[in-house]
């Protein structure tokens, strides 16, 4: 069964009293304060999970709805860590990558010498630097795939935002002149 979007987001038309009722259930679940734009302790000495938390909660700011309260604080700062965590692999394979190419270009120079030696030791060489690079791009893709998984929960993908996303709101059109004769005409009728 999925889990219940907040009451922000929803766009169906419901009765009175089961809006009131998941209003009312809503409330009872959120905490008095809001999560802080001030990054948690766990996250201090992590720059790409410090800009990870600003970058998130000024997104959240931006819309009407609720999304993730204090409660929530815990499975932000997962999201945080594992996206810096993302971003330092991404470093790591780029290294083995250079040094893979460098292997590659040593070994192409050897293999125009004829030493079987050398060309055999090369080759291997060759071959546990990509794969190393293999299980670099696996750790990656599982990491990936995880944090697909955080982004869905906080509401940070366009399928979880799918008929989630709540009406904006409509601009007051300036009142006409007719508009703002009737308007007074009312207001005073209603002062005496």
Known sequence: MP???PYGLINRAETKAKKAARVDGEQSLTPDKSLPMRPPA???G???AVATWRRTLRTYGEIEA??????????LVDYC???EQVHELDE???TAYKVWKTIKASWARIA?????????????ELAAALSEIVKLDGRGDRKRALLLQLRQSLY???RARAGAAPKKKEEEQPLDDMDMLLSGITDELNKK
């Open 3 to 5: 889990a219940r979007k």
């Open 42 to 44: 766990r996250l201090m």
């Open 46 to 48: 992590h720059e790409t």
């Open 66 to 75: 609720q999304v993730v309260t204090r409660l929530d604080s815990d499975l």
């Open 81 to 83: 860590i594992l996206m």
């Open 92 to 94: 790591i394979r780029q």
């Open 112 to 124: 125009t010498t004829g030493d079987a030696d050398e060309i055999s030791k090369k080759a291997q």
């Open 156 to 158: 940070l993908t366009p």
